[in-house]
């Protein structure tokens, strides 16, 4: 059996390594851009600031281990450049020679890349993308020139470039078109958090304020809004990504609704023996029970298990769904969701209760709490837990998410959650649980 | 309506609370024999070795405040003599003089006590032991001449202790009677690491020796055990607590098998009119199907809550039951469970399989992540998550705990956790969770 994958990162390692595991006789080759395999692009922020000391430590295998481990033929430096589903092959070049694979099971995982919005001078002044570990080094050299840097996007890329821009030492500036951050994971109070702390790390904040236009003068990049021009040393895009789904349309593979790629819950697209996972595939939500596009790449891991599995072993193993379990930080602030904001529930006609309550992430009397804010989202009527958000500057409230994750995905309700045996000690958690004090405020004096 | 609630600690300090919280016309007395209310005697070992600098942090309420704020009578240095359960009332000694108190509901929340040995010598000796957050000073001022102790007892107690000690400078011996520490709760290759974490830190562990008798002897405690005799300043006790009661029994509450007071689900004892909260209650163990004893503050305080509605709105609120998520730590290392432990799980009759990962508690490339190791444990055929337990130098253990107990409580299996929406970002776990792994691995390469 054949079996080829289109990208090397996390969908596609994964796709690869759980398909040898279960066909030891296959022949498994996995065609990847660049030059490393199992790369992590969350990591790149950390990569440019220094925290994470090279851009090389940002993946999980070498080439070399990965091939020799687990007899893998990977092609690196390779792109695919057209599929054929009759003839079932890939044409690939690999160092500027064209080869023809063949398969049995193909598994696209090309991921996404970054949304480049068609703003005049963006070409002229051609802002940094960060799209994959291998650009740090050449973004650290272009940063290295800058001393005020703007930032364009308020989602979790352009909070996490933020802090990595502060950690150099530059004078950043952040802009985003809605009126607060992450407007699309978490609900107007818990974004305020975030700004309040950016802001007193010297964030420049310009919300409601998207760019209309780029130009270079005089040395400089200048930035156009509604309201002003700001004349900057360099500019970074963070606007969001886009499901990387060219190749895979031009083989007759379907999109849904989203925009990304169509698969059942087994992986499989429209065409048969062609798999998908990762980046470039909508999810099935499991509160909004349809699908939706969230790139992340703890789904993205188990997307290519999956596809890995289903490609060796068709229904073997298939992908319930996700909830939107997610976490960002700027320096010691963290924010973590899951789930559906109330903004998002609302939107998606559900009517909800929510609470905000602000609690210690450690027993009152024990030293280096912190507060924690969390607010609480539930369906009105069942006091279902529909999402979950934290922040504050204990990386604890991620683990918040990580337990509203489990309660939302099965359904539990306020009580349920009031009633589960959450652990304590003074040094990890106070006695009543944040999110059980918030789903205590939820039952409005109930229990 | 008239409620007396006996006990201010964190079960009938909760049920004052919901009580007046139900019924904002009902005439609500709190007794309780400190001075103290809300205490928290998980908090003692930090106040011993000044991490806490203050015993009188160790509550969430003052007396005052909880009085005025709540319109609830509490009686301090006021103990409960006799309950008479034809009359409905309670003689308490108050400030050497006694008070009938009648009531409507009862709620006895008389907690647990200090285990103590019948040794020879244990009179003479005296050790300390900890009872309640009042006695730290006494406990301080008599340490202060001690430089070198003994703490009796390696469960979540002497555990702490020791730490306690160890920061304050002492040289410290722990003998448990058991071969290996925390028994009861974590399997042998967990407690092998917390026994080296301790051993690492200056802790002379002498485990598998009982201590048979104690003696003073030239200004020296000395401890002898089966196989030597050992000369220390003082010894702290901490092999245990015993339910409290005495008082309910008096009155015709029945115990359970547990030896501890059997209630149903409304906390009512067979008693009517009686309710009993907290750690002299024996509790219903979701995985066990069965009562037992594990007397820990959160299920306290909700017990409390419980008893609370229930005693002024009967049947309003159900105490579902526990799967025993308990943390400990010692300084750095922390050490958490939920459900069953494989020792526990086999002796009640389940086939289990297990298995012991160990992973970072951060993605690989991000600087200060910690080895972490967690132990899973699962019903053979089902897969059905039973129990994990989780070791590391990093907090986060505490809220894999949490995650498992949601999974535990709920009866997930190892897919189902697998394919759970759990979150990652680079500083605060790595992309595939440790209870990820831990699933993923029990699978044996069916995902």
Request: hydrophobic share 45%; with cysteine.
């Amino acid at each position: 059996m054949k079996i080829v994958i289109i990208g090397g990162g996390a969908a596609g390692a994964s796709a690869a390594a759980r398909a040898r595991r279960l066909a030891p006789e296959a022949e498994i080759t996995l065609i990847e851009s660049s030059s490393m395999i199992t790369h992590a692009p969350c990591g790149i922020p950390y990569a440019i600031s220094g925290i994470v000391p090279s851009y090389k430590m940002l993946k999980t295998y070498d080439v070399s281990r990965f091939t020799s481990e687990r007899r893998i033929n990977v092609l690196t430096q390779a792109t695919a450049q057209t599929i054929d589903v009759e003839d079932r092959t890939v044409k690939v070049s690999v160092n500027g020679r064209l080869e023809k694979l063949k398969w049995d099971a193909l598994i696209i995982a090309t991921g996404a890349k970054p949304l480049i919005p068609k703003l005049e001078g963006i070409e002229e002044v051609s802002p940094i993308t960060l799209r994959h570990p291998e650009d740090v080094a050449s973004v650290k050299a272009r940063l290295e020139k800058a001393r005020k840097v703007a930032v364009v996007g308020g989602g979790y890329i352009g909070v996490e470039v933020a802090e990595a821009l502060v950690e150099l030492g530059k004078e950043t500036m952040l802009f985003e078109m809605m009126d607060r951050l992450l407007p699309a994971s978490i609900d107007r109070e818990i974004s305020e958090i975030l700004e309040a702390g950016m802001t007193s790390a010297g964030v420049d904040l310009h919300l409601s304020e998207p760019v209309r236009s780029f130009a270079r003068r005089e040395g400089k990049v200048v930035l156009a809004t509604d309201k002003d021009e700001y004349a900057v040393d360099d500019v970074v895009l963070g606007i969001g990504v886009k499901p990387n789904v060219e190749l895979a349309v031009e083989a007759g593979v379907k999109l849904g609704v989203t925009g990304a790629v169509s698969t059942n819950e087994y992986m499989e697209t429209n065409v048969e023996g062609v798999f998908a996972a990762g980046d470039l595939v909508e999810k099935y939500h499991l509160v909004l029970r349809r699908k939706s596009w969230i790139p992340l790449a703890p789904a993205a891991n188990k997307e290519g298990q999956v596809a890995g599995a289903n490609a060796v072993k068709p229904g073997s193993l298939r992908m319930r769904g996700i909830v939107g379990t997610s976490v960002t930080k700027f320096k010691e602030l963290y924010v973590a969701r899951t789930g559906l904001s109330q903004v998002e529930a609302e939107s998606n006609g559900f009517k909800v209760e929510s609470t905000l309550i602000t609690a210690r992430s450690r027993a009152g009397y024990y030293p280096r709490g912190r507060d924690v804010t969390v607010k609480m989202v539930v369906e009105e009527k069942s006091g279902r837990i529909l999402g979950v958000q934290a922040v504050g500057l204990d990386p604890v409230v991620a683990s918040y998410a990580d337990i509203a994750a489990l309660a939302v995905e099965r359904g539990l309700s306020i009580e349920d959650l009031f009633l589960s045996d959450l652990g304590y000690m003074p040094a990890t958690a106070p006695v009543w649980h944040p999110l059980i004090v918030a789903a205590r405020t939820l039952s409005k004096g109930r229990f």
